[in-house]
């Protein structure tokens, strides 16, 4: 086979990395391993597994792991092969202890005890603890912060470890699983206190050869949004302190780029504990070069003895602190220790939150990815001047007013569905009483600790700031992601026409819009980041933050899978992170892991959580496959299986109840779903625990399923069909035409493309599935009279014409229908058509317009009349009308 190149999706770095790559149908056997080299041939040593299989059991996606290289080369190329070689060099090894899970990588020995208050007991660097105690602490507040101050009640909780699980143990890469909940930590009763709350997850990744350990924490709020307030969650480690006061030495990043500098350059706070420079008295420049650079300094007999015999005059400082209050600015202050005042020192806009606690012997390089993205968070040192510190990496700095996850508004009286629905008439809301809760939601962080034999240079920080920030990823090219036939329709940017490239551009000019809005219009934050916004307001020239169901936008109308696909077709990096941070945030932040809504997301909304349209098209695993195909994420992994009987989630809400004129409770032996957002959902949660672990239960169910779709009388028109949950089929007798323009625009297009593609023609081929879905796609668009005669009626709620093209289209390549392929074209181009429908992508002058003046606090840009779902679905029709029907455009 052709080996595989594979390119850095930034630049290279001496890091470990985890990447998927794709493979067509049957050309990596069951058995065969894989190989990996340097473009000009030299064998680098790799650790490969399998994460996903086609139907014939050959290989669909395949992870693979390096260890750090020290020179990484430009590009890789990565072969399978029945016979792989094994790993030579550094390997990672997993064993046990009376103490717990010891892995050592070959340049750090760890420590995990397999229960109690600890996340790591030590870490051993050339047979010296450089790293005691890491443990996870945070702070439960009974009552918000006070507007005005006041007294609140506050008490600190541990992460209690409960299970320890080895996910890998090698050779190249280990991977630790631990889970637990935060609770006290003795069992003695506080009156008033907390119990055991905040369930998380934390898995600590490892490589051979390498100093660093990657921590991925994930954490559900479990709460009762009226009495529960977190106040503070963190990593804490302990650091020994052995140098003399002068030999330690302290670290904290400050923000990346800046004149004079690399863009991803980071500069360092640069301090010591006893600090020896600016002093009236100089020790001399050896003592203070040594200082500075993090070497030891010279004896202190060498030194000027007008500095040395003063030494205890010089004052030692204990703790430092970095806290990241806003995107746009930290705070810098120090103190001799408890009971003295802080002293402040000049501070910066955005930290690359990272820091370095230790000695010229050796310490603990600590941070956190995203730290000023996901504010508020801080960085803490303290005990510096004692035998033992510690570093805190905070996810939410106990300086910023508690996590408040209260609903914001009081109801308005909207007590039932009636009112309700007058509420979503005037401000897009979907209200209902109990609902705007957030229990059960999730957040991930990721973190790093190295251990370190001695001080790092400045050189040194900035690389391991800046590999945090933008860690190492292997990517393969888009024309070879597009040669495995992976994700269904999707084909190359082509600028060959000027039909094409003006199509081209349009798709540049939203991609590069929306980044450009992230940081314009600051969507950062804990619980936001990652997100964007629904509808654009342009009386206030504002993104509607603070209107009902037009603010976040939460998967709405799919941007998750126009950002993901943009990437496939162009490798832009800038186009990975955005879709990263937005499969980070809607995986976690939208869906619920816990309560009686585990398993659905939640509608766009002011807050997150506070649509009452609790619904697996939101949750679907169509938006999270494919950050985990790329990256093997073993927590989107979990999300995923989470996912394993989806169908399930359909016996806690009826998705429709408000908009019901039939009668009807959730009944596990007729459930209502949806075949267009419902059952699309269900069908890549079934295909992708299918391909991912061989779930012979989920195969069945969605072979059943598509098989019961083409045997309705109607297909897909029927709109929506009982599900008995125990056999997993539907009911095939109800006949009816029930057409909703939301069906096709949630991964119904994309994942009935794929099955199509999967099971045409093989021994899994659900019959008349493709022709019931050929049907749906011809006459959505067809006009009344085609209706008319198909069905016997016109179909009704016919909109989103634009986004609804692509239909039309997969008919015409599939058909080899020019007329039809024609029609898509047209379709595309004309928008809805009407006045109250008209697509604003198809009207709008497709420019940046610059908004300045008294009517906007800060200087922004608009692409006017832009908004995120016909953004998102424009983007969609352009790529899929682009690879089937790209021929027939005009001009």
Not at 103 to 109: E, F, H, I, L, S
Not at 330 to 353: D, E, F, H, N, Q
Not at 490 to 506: H, K, M, N, Q
Not at 721 to 730: I, V
Request: with cysteine; charged share 20%.
């Amino acid at each position: 086979m052709t080996p595989t190149p594979l390119r850095w999706l930034t630049r290279p770095r001496p890091q470990a990395t985890t990447w998927g790559v794709p493979w067509a149908r049957g050309t990596v056997g069951a058995g065969d391993g894989f190989a990996l080299a340097t473009a000009d041939g030299r064998p680098v040593p790799v650790q490969s597994w399998v994460t996903a299989r086609w139907p014939d059991g050959s290989v669909k996606w395949s992870a693979h792991a390096i260890g750090p290289q020290q020179d990484p080369a430009a590009g890789y190329t990565l072969t399978p092969t029945a016979d792989p070689a094994p790993v030579e060099g550094p390997v990672v090894r997993v064993g046990e202890s009376a103490d717990g899970v010891v892995v050592d990588t070959g340049v750090v020995r760890w420590t995990i005890p397999t229960s109690g208050p600890l996340l790591v007991g030590s870490a051993e660097r050339d047979g010296r603890t450089v790293v005691g105690p890491v443990e996870l602490v945070s702070l439960w507040q009974g009552g918000p912060t006070p507007d005005a101050g006041g007294h609140v009640e506050r008490e600190e909780l541990r992460g209690l470890v409960e299970e320890v699980v080895v996910e890998q143990s090698g050779p190249l890469r280990a991977v630790v699983r631990l889970t637990g909940r935060h609770a006290r930590p003795s069992a003695a009763a506080t009156r008033g206190g907390r119990g055991a709350w905040l369930p998380f997850t934390v898995r600590l990744v490892l490589a051979a050869g390498s100093e660093e350990l990657r921590v991925v924490h994930s954490l559900v709020w479990d709460g009762d949004a009226d009495r529960d307030f977190l106040a503070g969650l963190g990593l804490r480690a302990s650091v020994p302190m052995r140098d003399a006061l002068h030999d330690r030495h302290v670290r904290l990043a400050g923000t990346a780029g800046g004149p004079g500098r690399d863009e991803e350059a980071v500069g360092f706070l640069t301090e010591a504990v006893r600090g020896l420079t600016g002093l009236r008295r100089d020790p001399g420049e050896q003592v203070r070069r040594a200082q500075v650079e993090g070497r030891p300094c010279p004896p202190v007999q060498e030194w000027a003895p007008e500095v040395s015999r003063r030494l205890e005059l010089i004052p030692a400082w204990n703790d430092w602190t970095l806290d990241q209050t806003s995107a746009d600015g930290y705070l810098l202050r120090k103190r001799t220790g408890a009971g003295r005042s802080w002293v402040t020192i000049p501070s910066g806009r955005r930290s690359a939150g990272y820091g370095y606690l230790g000695g010229a012997g050796g310490g603990l390089g600590f941070g956190l990815r995203n730290f000023w993205q996901q504010h508020p968070t801080r960085l803490d040192v303290r005990g510096a001047a004692t035998a033992t510190a510690t570093a805190t990496v905070w996810m939410w700095s106990p300086s910023a007013p508690a996590m408040d996850l209260r609903f914001y508004h009081d109801g308005l009286g909207q007590d039932d569905f009636a009112s309700q629905l007058e509420g979503l008439e005037i401000t897009y809301e979907d209200y209902e009483p109990g609902f705007g809760d957030a229990h059960g939601i999730a957040r991930t962080s990721e973190l790093t600790l190295r251990a370190h034999a001695a001080t790092p240079t400045g050189a040194e920080l900035s690389e391991h700031a800046a590999a945090l920030g933008d860690p190492a990823l292997l990517v393969c090219p888009p024309e070879r992601l597009h040669a495995a036939g992976v994700f269904g329709d999707w084909s190359l940017v082509d600028r060959s026409t000027p039909a094409r490239a003006a199509i081209e551009d349009r798709l540049d000019l939203l991609l590069d819009y929306y980044a450009g809005q992230v940081e314009q219009r600051r969507w950062y934050g804990f619980w936001d980041f990652g997100d964007v916004m629904h509808t654009y307001d342009h009386d206030r020239h504002q993104w509607r933050y603070d209107v009902g169901g037009y603010a976040w936008d939460n998967s709405e109308l799919s941007p998750d899978l126009w950002l993901w696909y943009s990437f496939l077709r162009t490798g832009r990096a800038d186009v990975f992170r955005l879709a990263e941070a937005m499969t980070r945030h809607t995986g976690e932040v939208d869906v619920y892991h816990a309560g009686r809504w585990k398993g659905l997301g939640t509608r766009h909304n002011v807050q997150h959580w506070g649509c009452s349209a609790k619904q697996l098209r939101i949750s679907t695993a169509a938006y999270r496959r494919f950050f985990y195909y790329l990256t093997a994420d073993e927590r989107t992994g979990d999300l995923l299986d989470e996912l394993a009987e989806p169908e399930r989630t359909f016996t806690a809400i009826d998705p429709t109840r408000k908009v019901r004129t039939d009668v009807y409770t959730p009944d596990p032996s007729a459930l209502a779903v949806g075949l267009g957002t419902d059952w699309s959902a269900l069908a890549a949660a079934w295909l992708t625990r299918w391909e991912r672990h061989g779930d012979t239960r989920a195969r069945d169910r969605l072979l059943g399923t598509m098989t019961d779709i083409g045997s309705l009388p109607q297909g897909f028109l029927t709109g929506e069909a009982l599900l008995d949950l125990e056999t997993g089929r539907f009911d095939t007798s109800r006949d009816r035409v029930r057409v909703s323009h939301l069906s096709a625009v949630f991964g119904l297009v994309e994942i009935c493309s794929e099955l199509v593609a999967l099971t045409a023609g093989t021994p899994e081929e659900a019959p008349g599935f493709e022709q019931a879905w050929l049907r749906y796609c011809r006459l959505y668009l067809a006009g009344p009279e085609a209706q008319q005669e198909a069905v016997g009626a016109p179909l009704s709620g016919i909109s989103l014409i634009q986004a609804h093209s692509r239909l039309t289209a997969w008919a015409a390549a599939r058909t080899g229908d020019a007329e039809l392929a024609r029609l898509a074209w047209h379709a595309f181009d004309i928008g809805d058509g009407d006045q109250l429908n008209t697509n604003p992508l198809q009207t709008m002058p497709w420019d940046v317009v610059t908004v300045t003046g008294h009517e906007v606090a800060e200087v922004v840009q608009e692409v006017r009349p832009v908004s995120t779902n016909d953004a998102a679905q424009y983007g969609l029709a352009a790529i899929q009308n682009l690879a089937l029907v790209g021929e027939h455009l005009p001009g």
